[in-house]
């Protein structure tokens, strides 16, 4: 019975071992050529975020005005991130008796905006802009610059 598991234990580790040294002999034996690929065109997106001034925080005409720039700041990204990323939307309902009792519904964006930049900031009545603009190629241009992505140009085996 010893002498079976020896045995089944050899014959195991030489099927493996057979396996790898065929396949690191075919790797060895190639090369292959990268070449990065940069798309024809590339979109520019838009997006505007608004903030109401007098809902904001603040002792002063000036520091609700800040907060307002900053608030109507992050919902421009917002509305970019949703256009790149998409938005993730949950929701539930509850039926008793035949009856709809309960009705949600939740929304959520998460994602990293690179590279977008601020058009122009103005007040617009009771509510404060901000106008971003995002172009695809300086987003493409940053994103090679940390990690180059590229295909394969071509592979010569020996």
Not at 77 to 102: H, K
Not at 116 to 121: F, N, Q
Not at 123 to 150: C, M, P
């Amino acid at each position: 019975m010893k002498h079976l598991a020896v045995t089944f234990a050899l014959a195991s580790a030489l099927l493996l071992s057979g396996c790898s040294a065929y396949y690191n002999l075919a790797y060895d034996q190639q090369h292959v050529e990268w070449e990065t690929e940069t798309p024809d065109q590339f979109p520019v997106l838009t997006a505007v975020g608004y903030a109401p001034i007098a809902e904001q925080p603040g002792d002063s005409q000036q520091h609700k005005d800040l907060a307002a720039m900053r608030a109507s700041k992050l919902a421009a990204y917002r509305e970019l991130a949703e256009q790149v990323y998409g938005q993730r939307i949950a929701g539930g309902s509850s039926v008793q008796n035949w009856a709809l009792t309960n009705d949600t519904f939740q929304s959520s964006v998460d994602g990293v905006i690179r590279g977008a930049e601020v058009v122009r900031t103005y007040t617009v009545g009771e509510y404060y802009a901000t106008e971003l603009r995002l172009d695809f190629e300086k987003v493409h241009r940053i994103y090679q610059s940390t990690n180059r992505q590229q295909k394969i140009k071509r592979v010569v085996y020996y």
